[in-house]
């Protein structure tokens, strides 16, 4: 099967755009400066063109179902590579961008009305937290998990939560665990309904909470590293129903009621079960 093909496909009989949801501002590019800097065309000190006028830039395919945050104000250029990182995770993690498929940074600018700068920087992070492979002269291919790696990634993360969270459950004081019962709680709202995005979100904010009390901060940077590469399939895997969510986010629960309890038998038994095909 052929690998993904990359979304600049040209075709000038198609509007680029139908008015749709709004871009994310980006204050590099002014509403005349920008377009001809992208296409490379010379600009006079002032900000206008040289006398020789380049050509159109063509039309390009848009990105189906890729989200653009609606009602996005005007924001400094590091907060719109976070806008942008942010909307790439959601279409991730929704399958918007499909694991294997080939995006190129200037047509997802186009998507978002911004430039391919920020578009690029925020891919970066991801090929960091390998949820895409940087494609030369291409773009990026979102990442394939196969069932080997998900199964290394999660035996990677029990080894690493489930002592620390048995340490915690000897020493840390019951109204320390019952102060984490709201974030529990967002991980069975966002379950409820549907909302993987979000789950996901909701899911490894409860676990870093959870790790944070052992105060290191090292361990708990990289179980979130681990954690958002286990997360990634959940943009295709057919499993990760409601009902999957559900079941994984009321694990949370049970294991806050068990450590309020100090019931080391029943903490132990929820952690090891939590990371043996569970979403999250």
């Not at 590579?81 to 294997?100: I, N």
Request: charged content about 25%; some cysteine.
């Amino acid at each position: 099967m052929e690998q993904g093909r990359a979304r600049d496909v040209v075709q000038p009989s198609v509007p680029a755009y139908p008015p749709g949801p709004a871009r994310i501002p980006d204050p590099a590019r002014s509403p005349e400066r920008s377009d001809r800097s992208d296409r490379g065309e010379a600009t006079g000190p002032s900000g206008g063109e040289h006398s020789r006028c380049a050509p159109a830039a063509p039309a390009v395919r848009p990105v189906p179902g890729l989200p653009a945050p609606a009602g996005a104000k005007p924001v400094r250029r590091h907060s719109v590579r976070g806008q942008v990182l942010d909307a790439l995770r959601t279409a991730l993690v929704d399958g918007e961008l499909v694991p294997g498929e080939v995006y190129s940074g200037p047509v997802l600018g186009e998507r978002f009305g911004v430039s391919a700068t920020p578009v690029r920087e925020a891919m970066q992070q991801l090929a960091v937290e390998g949820a895409v492979e940087v494609v030369p002269n291409r773009g990026f291919r979102v990442a394939e998990r196969s069932a080997r790696e998900l199964a290394e990634l999660a035996e990677v993360r029990a080894l690493i939560e489930v002592p620390v969270m048995l340490r915690l459950a000897r020493t840390v004081p019951a109204g320390r665990w019952a102060g984490l019962r709201p974030l529990a709680d967002a991980t069975v709202s966002a379950a409820a309904v549907g909302d993987r995005a979000r789950y996901a979100e909701s899911d490894r904010a409860f676990h870093g909470a959870v790790l944070g009390l052992s105060g290191n901060q090292q361990l708990v940077a990289v179980a979130d590293d681990l954690h958002r590469k286990a997360q990634w399939p959940l943009v295709s895997a057919p499993v990760t129903r409601r009902a999957d969510l559900l079941a994984d986010a009321s694990e949370h629960t049970a294991l806050l009621d068990a450590l309020i309890a100090r019931d080391l038998a029943v903490v132990q038994s929820l952690v090891r079960e939590h990371f043996t095909g569970s979403p999250g």
